[in-house]
Nanobody
Framework: QVQLVESGGGLVQAGGSLRLSCAAS????????MGWFRQAPGKEREFVAA????????YYADSVKGRFTVSRDNAKNTQYLQMNSLKPEDTAVYYC????????????????WGQGTQVTVSS
């Protein structure tokens, strides 16, 4: 089992940047595919990005491709999401998630979730 804690959210103006972190407990972080999801008020949770166990493969939602970068440091048990050129429509609670096996862009495939961190982008 793994426990996930997100940090780094906040309020930023449109065009700005934020970096989210997801710290994982345990000594098996490297055995999990990691993902980022987000949920805006009144909307369903949606996939943002995912990264393979070793970090050599990444996958992004079209809405964030070219603006967001997912990465991980297995030695530090931490996943990151660098968010640049932020838009008001990026406003949401961002969740970190972990799963076994392969990358997947759907939330039901993920076994473990953090509590979420709020990102608000003002226009």
């Amino acid at each position: 089992q793994v426990q996930l804690v997100e940090s780094g959210g906040g309020l930023v103006q449109a065009g700005g940047s934020l970096r989210l972190s997801c710290a994982a407990s345990g000594r098996t972080f490297g055995s999990y595919v990691m993902g980022w999801f987000r949920q805006a008020p009144g909307k369903e949770r949606e996939f943002v990005a995912a990264i393979s166990k070793s970090g050599d493969s990444t996958y992004y939602a079209d809405s964030v491709k070219g603006r967001f970068t997912v990465s991980r440091d297995n030695a530090k048990n931490t996943q990151y999401l660098q968010m640049n050129s932020l838009k008001p429509e990026d406003t949401a609670v961002y969740y970190c998630a972990a799963k076994r096996l392969s990358i997947a862009p759907i939330s039901p495939a993920y076994d473990y979730w953090g509590q979420g961190t709020q990102v608000t982008v003002s226009s």
